[in-house]
């Protein structure tokens, strides 16, 4: 159980945080289930998907999604 103060007069409410996380844990559940059987059709419709001329490749996001992810890490692990 946690606490937190009512505007800041310090008065102290319990807080029950079990079923906010049994919420967040069922739908986490429910998205991994339902990834398990996207992942297996990927390779099957996605590469086939007519997409527009428009479209970049792979390769134009993965110079900068790499840099990004290398800042964000650097940020918060020191």
Request: aromatic share 18%; proline share 5%.
């Amino acid at each position: 159980m946690g606490y937190r103060t009512i505007f800041g007069i310090g008065m102290v409410q319990k807080v029950n945080l079990f079923k906010p996380l049994v919420s967040v844990f069922l739908c986490q559940f429910a998205g991994a289930i339902g990834s398990g059987f996207t992942a297996s059709s990927l390779e099957k419709w996605y590469l086939l998907l007519e997409k527009p001329t428009f479209t970049p490749s792979s390769q134009v996001f993965f110079r900068p999604g790499s840099y990004i992810i290398h800042l964000w890490e650097s940020h918060f692990m020191h």
